[in-house]
């Protein structure tokens, strides 16, 4: 054996010791660890995948290899600890503000398990018993610091069925539990659709069970972060998984399919064990279960590149920030749950905007809803920490306001609902859903003090004349403190000395103090307490009785206002189902209200939902529109299986033109008025997007393989109702490559699919596909150059889209502008001409074709965006297929011959014979003629 000092502890491991499971060290002593230490041990064999965080008085501590990890990740003093055994490194976080510490450890990837005192230090004579109460993962943390507000935290389990047939034909089930809240849902999937549904949910841990294929669901390849937690593998098996379901829903077989049972019985399963596995958890009141194919599905790619929730520049803005106006955290979440998962049902879709039509129509009654909803707390999670006992009285009272608005709020609803003519359907079930709980209500606002502290053993938390018992005893408690309030008036004059204070200290209680001066005067039964510098203090015996009785008194009182408080928290726990139904329905006004705010400060309509048209008049981009100063306007007429092959250049607003169409549907099929002046929108099933890869600013991953795969995708799953948005596609390779993938992506898709595509590209010959194309057409984005009086060469963008074909492919220009050697650019200009002629032929079809549709409605603002410099796209505009000669309207003239005047000289030095003294005077030359 080693000796005991610090060292020896990683002396000789060849392997990592890991700070999750029992430390080697005491499991080589286990029979003579001190009892507490053996505690540790027990605990940390318990829960192996865990850290465990034992508490020691005020702190948590954690030992050996934990201790090291505790040190460097929180931050704290490394110590040790020494007894009898041997020498033991120990890391501590103050209890107190634990949260803070846990945080760190979570988010360093580790499960945190506190192993918490579970008897009171006084009540044993001997070691104070401990036990894990609570494991916190990332997917099962409750403590509400810890949690977001905006975004529900999921933990999930997927499983599949236990037929041993082909994978691929496999159905399984993603289940998952909102362990702070309650919420429990469940759905099939097919194998494949596994990833698609788990990037939508995105939980934030994951049970994955033991026959899934676990190739396509590493977390490396999932599109968030997760942590994947192997857990009781038992717990996925049928009869195990029904039982432990058996204890929330009756006859769970009857409505669940066994790959379901199997998912909700593990998450479920999992979400006890991190509770401290004290059996079912209550507030999980009903498990719900849903479809995948009732839902607009956005993929994950999709979703990311669309910025529905994140952002792909560090500050940039999302649609969900654009156009929440929610109240409540209840709120938020539904909205960010509604633009997830968009609804597919015409009908379902109409009722949502007759509920946002009818709001709308009342803006003042909005604005007071809007006031109203801002009370509310969150209410799902404090009912979830009610059930689960740990709320406070302060979480008690936060209930009680929230309730306390709802009567408020169901009034402006009737109101809403005498003024409309529409058919507000909702708004009357959620007027009608809408329980403002009085028996709840009357029993928080009797029981609970109303400004009650953190704590709930120490008293001040339950009201005045609820409980005579507890009356009784805080006015016992008051007498004796006023006795003791008016005791020194008495003893002043009693003794004579004016000086004489009584006072109190946590230590010693109650004393009356005498300053030395005036000892003498000091009446015979005071006996002394303790000496100061220039006094002394001292007791007398019915000071003393008197402070034991009001001692006693204040012990029982607060232990008898955490009993009542203890039930009258389980009489509201009692109710969580109501109070469950009342968050549900204030999330989904909340929602509501949301939309009927944009539509009302955005001027957003209301589309009409259309059978198979898609078209959008005037419409904007929800978020440039927002974070710009102006914005124009473009619309599109799209049946299905129509294909636009959208050109221009660079920044001229192809990429923000076909996200605001894939915008616009999302926000259509999720019930919220559109920013447009009309908007046409049929009921898609999937959106789907690709970025090319070299536009992939984000995902320093993306490459062309990558993209390529993604393709595979969409030409797998696409159907003739969906939306297909690919920007910049085949950039990532060689040109030639790129473009006959691209091209032969547009043909399959028209041929093959019919969905709706929009396609930008920069391969402006790629639009000569329309020629072949009946479906397929061209639209483009201009630039202008015109001269500004302070800025001789600035571009105009007009950001409108317009029919037909980009008229230029303007590389050349570019190349010849950069100085690529004139022979260079003349032969490709002869390349250009050659292959120019099928192009103009086959791109007029393309036009032609195009005329036969509406298109395109254009509010004539031009958005000037200027560019101080010659930029790429200034010379673009100016001049098309490479004339020399070219002059825009507008320019002014002078500047520009002598500008191109210069440029010819450039172009026409012939570097290689040139001597370096030569091309200096040169450039002095050609700069002196740009100056005159
Ligand atoms: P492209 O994809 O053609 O390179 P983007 O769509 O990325 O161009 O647009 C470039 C910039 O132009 C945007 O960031 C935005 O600021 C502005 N822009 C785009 N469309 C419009 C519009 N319709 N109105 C006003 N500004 C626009
Ligand atoms: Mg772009």
Same mark, same amino acid.
């Given at each position: 054996?080693?000796?005991?000092?610090?060292?020896?502890?990683?002396?000789?491991?060849?392997?990592?010791?890991?700070?999750?499971?029992?430390?080697?060290?005491?499991?080589?002593?286990?029979?003579?660890?001190?009892?507490?230490?053996?505690?540790?041990?027990?605990?940390?064999?318990?829960?192996?995948?865990?850290?465990?965080?034992?508490?020691?008085g005020?702190?948590?501590?954690?030992?050996?290899?934990?201790?090291?990890?505790?040190?460097?990740?929180?931050?704290?003093?490394?110590?040790?600890?020494?007894?009898?055994?041997?020498t !033991?490194?120990?890391?501590?976080?103050?209890?107190?503000?634990?949260?803070?510490?846990?945080?760190?450890?979570?988010?360093?990837?580790?499960?945190?398990?506190?192993?918490?005192?579970?008897?009171?230090?006084?009540?044993?004579?001997?070691?104070?018993?401990?036990?894990?109460?609570?494991?916190?993962?990332?997917?099962?943390?409750?403590?509400?610091?810890?949690?977001?507000?905006?975004?529900?935290?999921?933990?999930?389990?997927?499983?599949?069925?236990?037929?041993?047939?082909?994978?691929?034909?496999?159905?399984?089930?993603?289940?998952?539990?909102?362990?702070?809240?309650?919420?429990?849902?469940?759905?099939?999937?097919?194998?494949?659709?596994?990833?698609?549904?788990?990037?939508?949910?995105?939980?934030?841990?994951?049970l994955?069970?033991?026959?899934?294929?676990?190739?396509?669901?590493?977390?490396?390849?999932?599109?968030?972060?997760t942590?994947?937690?192997?857990?009781?593998?038992?717990?996925?098996?049928?009869?195990?998984?029904?039982?432990?379901?058996?204890?929330?829903?009756?006859?769970?077989?009857?409505?669940?399919?066994?790959?379901?049972?199997?998912?909700?019985?593990?998450?479920l399963?999992?979400?006890?064990?991190?509770?401290?596995?004290?059996?079912?958890?209550?507030?999980?009141?009903?498990?719900?279960r849903?479809?995948?194919?009732?839902?607009?599905?956005v993929?994950?790619?999709?979703?990311?590149?669309?910025?529905?929730?994140?952002?792909?520049?560090?500050?940039?803005?999302?649609l969900?920030?654009?156009?929440?106006?929610?109240?409540?955290?209840?709120?938020?979440?539904?909205?960010?749950?509604?633009?997830?998962?968009?609804?597919a049902?015409?009908?379902?879709?109409?009722?949502?905007?007759?509920a946002?039509?009818?709001?709308?129509?009342?803006?003042?009654?909005v604005?007071?809803?809007?006031?109203?909803?801002?009370?509310?707390?969150?209410?799902?999670?404090?009912?979830?920490?009610?059930?689960?006992?740990?709320?406070?009285?302060?979480?008690?009272?936060?209930?009680?306001?929230?309730?306390?608005?709802?009567?408020?709020?169901?009034?402006?609803?009737?109101?809403?609902?005498?003024?409309?003519?529409?058919?507000?359907?909702?708004?009357?079930?959620?007027?009608?859903?809408l329980?403002?709980?009085?028996?709840?209500?009357?029993?928080?606002?009797?029981?609970?003090?109303?400004?009650?502290?953190?704590?709930?053993?120490?008293?001040?938390?339950?009201?005045?004349?609820?409980?005579?018992?507890?009356?009784?005893?805080?006015?016992?408690?008051?007498?004796?403190?006023?006795? $003791?309030?008016?005791?020194?008036?008495?003893?002043r004059?009693?003794?004579?000395?004016?000086?004489l204070?009584?006072?109190?200290?946590?230590?010693?209680?109650?004393?009356?103090?005498?300053?030395?001066?005036?000892?003498?005067h000091?009446?015979?039964?005071?006996?002394?307490?303790?000496?100061?510098?220039?006094?002394?203090?001292? !007791?007398?015996?019915?000071?003393?009785?008197?402070?034991?009785?009001?001692?006693?008194?204040?012990?029982?009182?607060?232990?008898?206002?955490?009993?009542?408080?203890?039930?009258?928290?389980?009489?509201?726990?009692?109710?969580?189902?109501?109070?469950?139904?009342?968050?549900?329905?204030?999330?989904?006004?909340?929602?509501?209200v949301?939309?009927?705010?944009?539509?009302?400060?955005?001027?957003? $309509?209301?589309?009409?939902?259309?059978?198979?048209?898609?078209?959008?008049?005037?419409?904007?981009?929800?978020?440039?529109?927002?974070?710009q100063?102006?914005?124009?306007?473009?619309?599109?007429?799209?049946?299905?299986?129509?294909?636009?092959?959208?050109?221009?250049?660079?920044?001229?607003?192809?990429?923000?033109y076909?996200?605001?169409?894939?915008?616009?549907?999302?926000?259509?099929?999720?019930?919220?008025?559109?920013?447009?002046?009309?908007a046409?929108?049929?009921?898609?099933?999937?959106?789907?997007?690709?970025?090319?890869?070299?536009?992939?600013?984000?995902?320093?991953?993306?490459?062309?393989?990558?993209?390529?795969?993604?393709?595979?995708?969409?030409?797998?799953n696409?159907?003739?109702?969906?939306?297909?948005?690919?920007?910049e596609?085949?950039?990532?390779?060689?040109?030639?490559?790129?473009?006959?993938?691209?091209r032969?992506?547009?043909?399959?898709i028209?041929?093959?699919?019919?969905?709706?595509?929009?396609?930008?590209?920069?391969?402006?010959?790629?639009?000569?596909?329309?020629?072949?194309l009946?479906?397929?057409?061209?639209l483009?984005?201009?630039?202008?150059?015109?001269?500004?009086?302070?800025?001789?060469?600035?571009?105009?963008?007009?950001?409108? $889209?317009?029919?037909?074909?980009?008229?230029?492919?303007y590389?050349?220009?570019?190349?010849?502008?950069?100085?690529?050697?004139?022979?260079?650019?003349?032969?490709?200009?002869?390349?250009?001409?050659?292959?120019?002629?099928?192009?103009?032929?086959?791109?007029?079809?393309?036009?032609?074709?195009?005329?036969?549709?509406?298109?395109?409605?254009?509010?004539?603002?031009?958005?000037?965006?200027?560019?101080?410099?010659?930029?790429?796209?200034?010379?673009?505009?100016?001049?098309?297929?490479?004339?020399?000669?070219?002059?825009?309207?507008?320019?002014?003239?002078?500047?520009?011959?002598?500008?191109i005047d210069?440029?010819k000289?450039?172009?026409d030095?012939?570097?290689?014979?040139?001597?370096?003294?030569?091309?200096?005077?040169?450039?002095?030359?050609?700069?002196?003629?740009?100056?005159?």
């Amino acid at each position: 054996m080693t000796t005991d000092t610090d060292t020896d502890v990683d002396a000789g491991t060849d392997l990592e010791p890991q700070p999750e499971g029992p430390p080697e060290k005491m499991l080589t002593r286990r029979t003579e660890l001190t009892p507490m230490l053996s505690q540790y041990l027990d605990c940390c064999e318990a829960h192996p995948d865990a850290l465990v965080l034992f508490q020691v008085g005020d702190f948590y501590e954690a030992f050996c290899e934990a201790a090291t990890t505790v040190a460097q990740v929180c931050e704290v003093t490394l110590t040790q600890r020494e007894d009898s055994t041997g020498t !033991y490194r120990m890391a501590g976080v103050p209890i107190d503000n634990a949260t803070s510490y846990i945080e760190a450890l979570l988010s360093a990837d580790f499960r945190v398990a506190i192993a918490e005192q579970v008897e009171e230090a006084e009540a044993t004579s001997g070691l104070v018993d401990r036990a894990v109460t609570n494991i916190i993962t990332p997917g099962t943390v409750t403590n509400g610091d810890l949690l977001t507000d905006a975004a529900a935290t999921y933990l999930g389990a997927v499983s599949i069925t236990d037929s041993d047939g082909d994978a691929s034909e496999m159905t399984g089930a993603i289940a998952t539990v909102d362990v702070s809240t309650g919420a429990c849902r469940v759905t099939s999937v097919e194998h494949d659709q596994i990833y698609e549904e788990l990037s939508r949910l995105r939980p934030a841990e994951l049970l994955i069970g033991p026959e899934v294929d676990t190739k396509t669901i590493e977390s490396s390849s999932l599109p968030f972060e997760t942590m994947q937690t192997t857990h009781n593998s038992g717990a996925f098996e049928l009869a195990t998984a029904t039982q432990t379901l058996e204890a929330y829903v009756d006859e769970p077989t009857a409505f669940l399919s066994s790959a379901e049972r199997r998912a909700v019985g593990a998450v479920l399963d999992y979400a006890e064990y991190t509770q401290g596995d004290c059996g079912p958890l209550e507030y999980v009141s009903r498990i719900r279960r849903y479809k995948t194919d009732t839902a607009l599905r956005v993929d994950a790619t999709a979703i990311q590149s669309l910025e529905l929730f994140d952002s792909r520049q560090p500050y940039g803005e999302t649609l969900i920030e654009t156009i929440d106006e929610t109240s409540s955290a209840l709120g938020r979440r539904t909205l960010e749950s509604w633009l997830r998962r968009p609804l597919a049902d015409h009908e379902a879709i109409k009722t949502r905007y007759d509920a946002v039509a009818a709001l709308a129509e009342n803006p003042l009654v909005v604005e007071t809803l809007t006031e109203k909803l801002s009370h509310i707390y969150d209410l799902e999670r404090l009912t979830a920490r009610t059930a689960r006992e740990q709320a406070d009285a302060r979480d008690m009272r936060s209930l009680l306001q929230s309730l306390d608005s709802i009567p408020e709020i169901k009034s402006a609803l009737i109101e809403v609902l005498t003024e409309t003519e529409l058919p507000a359907e909702i708004l009357e079930q959620l007027q009608a859903e809408l329980d403002s709980l009085d028996d709840i209500r009357t029993l928080i606002d009797t029981a609970v003090c109303s400004d009650p502290p953190q704590t709930v053993t120490d008293g001040d938390v339950i009201a005045k004349g609820f409980n005579d018992d507890l009356d009784d005893i805080r006015e016992r408690e008051e007498a004796g403190r006023e006795w $003791v309030s008016e005791l020194e008036t008495r003893e002043r004059e009693r003794t004579g000395i004016d000086s004489l204070e009584v006072g109190y200290t946590e230590v010693h209680g109650y004393y009356i103090e005498v300053t030395n001066p005036n000892l003498d005067h000091v009446p015979d039964e005071y006996t002394r307490r303790q000496t100061l510098k220039n006094a002394e203090r001292f !007791y007398t015996p019915a000071l003393k009785r008197r402070e034991d009785e009001i001692i006693a008194a204040s012990n029982r009182a607060d232990k008898l206002e955490y009993e009542l408080f203890c039930d009258i928290r389980a009489e509201v726990a009692a109710e969580t189902s109501r109070l469950q139904a009342v968050a549900d329905a204030i999330g989904r006004l909340d929602a509501l209200v949301s939309f009927a705010t944009i539509a009302i400060s955005h001027a957003y $309509v209301r589309p009409e939902i259309t059978a198979d048209t898609l078209a959008i008049e005037a419409g904007r981009h929800p978020v440039v529109e927002q974070t710009q100063a102006e914005f124009v306007p473009n619309g599109i007429t799209f049946e299905k299986g129509h294909i636009a092959m959208i050109t221009g250049p660079n920044m001229s607003g192809k990429s923000t033109y076909m996200r605001q169409i894939a915008h616009i549907c999302i926000l259509a099929q999720a019930g919220s008025f559109v920013p447009a002046d009309a908007a046409q929108i049929p009921v898609l099933d999937r959106i789907f997007t690709r970025i090319g890869a070299s536009d992939d600013i984000s995902g320093g991953e993306s490459t062309f393989m990558r993209e390529m795969s993604e393709m595979t995708d969409i030409l797998h799953n696409a159907t003739e109702s969906s939306l297909i948005l690919l920007d910049e596609v085949g950039r990532g390779t060689s040109t030639t490559d790129g473009r006959a993938i691209a091209r032969a992506t547009v043909e399959f898709i028209h041929n093959e699919i019919g969905a709706r595509t929009l396609f930008t590209t920069h391969y402006h010959d790629l639009t000569t596909v329309t020629g072949s194309l009946p479906s397929a057409f061209n639209l483009h984005f201009k630039v202008h150059r015109k001269t500004h009086p302070d800025n001789d060469a600035s571009v105009t963008f007009l950001h409108r $889209v317009t029919s037909g074909a980009a008229d230029s492919s303007y590389g050349v220009e570019v190349a010849k502008l950069a100085g690529v050697p004139t022979p260079v650019v003349e032969q490709a200009q002869r390349y250009i001409h050659t292959e120019g002629e099928d192009y103009t032929e086959i791109s007029e079809q393309g036009t032609h074709h195009h005329d036969e549709l509406t298109h395109a409605e254009m509010v004539s603002v031009d958005h000037d965006n200027q560019q101080n410099q010659a930029s790429d796209d200034d010379e673009i505009a100016r001049s098309p297929r490479g004339a020399d000669t070219n002059t825009d309207a507008g320019i002014n003239q002078s500047d520009v011959s002598a500008n191109i005047d210069v440029l010819k000289s450039l172009r026409d030095i012939d570097i290689a014979r040139m001597t370096p003294l030569e091309a200096l005077n040169m450039l002095e030359n050609l700069q002196r003629r740009l100056d005159e």
